[in-house]
C-alpha cells in the first residue's frame, strides 16, 4: 500500500482481556518495527523485525507483550491480560534501507 | 546505551520570532531525523541528516546536524501559528534499518 496501515485506529478494552493490534508495513519495506507512545510523551521502543531475523525484543516491557510478522509483511502486537498501564498509542513503522522511516497512524488503547 | 535529549521541552513563542530546537545524543551517530507531530496523530517526517555538516531546509524550518559536537539544531524562522505541533528528533546508530531512538520532544506554540 501507499503508507503503513494499522488497525483498528480505537480499541477500548476491559483490564484483563488480551488485545491485537495490527500493523500492514509499506510494501518492501524490510524493517518493521514497534513503537509506544504514552500521553505527553516521547516514543519508547518495543520490538523490531527485520527481514526473516529474529525480532529485537529488547524493548518489550514485560512477557504479556508479544509480536510476530507472518511472511515478512503484516505484523501483530499481542498484549495478555491487560493492565491499566498499558494505555497508551501504540505506533508501527517500517523502512528499507534506513532511509526512511514512515510511521502508522497508531492504535489508540484505553484499557479500563 | 543511547540517550537523546532535546530542550527545551516546552516552547511558547510569538509569531514573527526565530528559534532554536537542540537535540543533544550521546553515542556516536551518522544520521538524524527530525519528525512533527500534531495533536492526536501520527509523526511526519520532516528531515533525514545524513553526514556531518548537513542542513536541510524546508519553509521556516531549518535543521543542521554536526557529529563531532552529537547536536542537531532545529531552527524556526518567523514563526507562524501552523507550526504549532510537538517536534521530535530520533537517532540512529547502525546507519540504517535499525530502531531509533527518540528524544522526548518539544511541544511548540505559537501565538499570536
Known amino acids: 500500500g501507499a503508507g503503513v496501515s494499522q488497525s483498528p485506529s480505537n480499541k477500548v478494552t476491559e483490564k484483563g482481556k488480551d488485545v491485537e493490534l495490527r500493523c500492514d508495513p509499506i510494501?518492501?519495506?524490510?524493517?518493521l518495527y514497534w513503537y509506544r507512545q504514552s500521553l505527553g510523551q516521547g516514543l519508547e521502543f518495543l520490538i523490531y523485525?527485520?527481514?526473516?531475523?529474529?525480532?529485537?525484543k529488547s524493548g518489550l516491557p514485560s512477557d504479556r507483550f508479544s509480536a510476530e510478522r507472518t511472511g515478512g509483511s503484516v505484523s501483530t502486537l499481542t498484549i495478555q491480560r491487560t493492565q491499566q498501564e498499558d494505555s497508551a498509542v501504540y505506533l508501527c513503522?517500517?523502512?528499507?534501507?534506513?532511509?526512511?522511516?514512515?510511521f502508522g497512524s497508531g492504535t489508540r488503547l484505553t484499557v479500563v | 546505551e543511547l540517550k537523546v535529549e532535546q530542550n527545551p521541552l516546552f516552547l511558547s513563542m510569538q509569531e514573527g520570532k526565530n528559534y532554536t530546537i537542540y537535540c543533544n545524543y550521546s553515542?556516536?551517530?551518522?544520521?538524524l531525523y527530525w519528525y512533527r507531530q500534531d495533536p492526536g496523530k501520527s509523526l511526519e517526517s520532516l528531515f533525514v541528516?545524513?553526514?556531518?555538516?548537513a542542513v536541510k531546509q524546508e519553509g521556516r524550518l531549518m535543521a543542521s546536524l554536526d557529529t563531532k559536537a552529537r547536536l542537531s539544531t532545529l531552527h524556526i524562522t518567523a514563526a507562524v501559528h501552523d507550526l504549532s505541533a510537538t517536534y521530535f528528533c530520533?537517532?540512529?546508530?547502525?546507519?540504517?534499518?535499525?530502531?531509533?531512538?527518540f528524544g522526548k520532544g518539544t511541544r511548540l506554540s505559537v501565538i499570536a
Open positions: 513503522a517500517s523502512s528499507f534501507e534506513g532511509y526512511g522511516y514512515t
Open positions: 510494501s518492501g519495506h524490510t524493517a
Open positions: 523485525f527485520q527481514g526473516n531475523s529474529a525480532p529485537d
Open positions: 553515542t556516536t551517530s551518522d544520521r
Open positions: 541528516l545524513l553526514s556531518n555538516g
Open positions: 530520533a537517532v540512529d546508530i547502525y546507519s540504517g534499518n535499525t530502531p531509533l531512538v
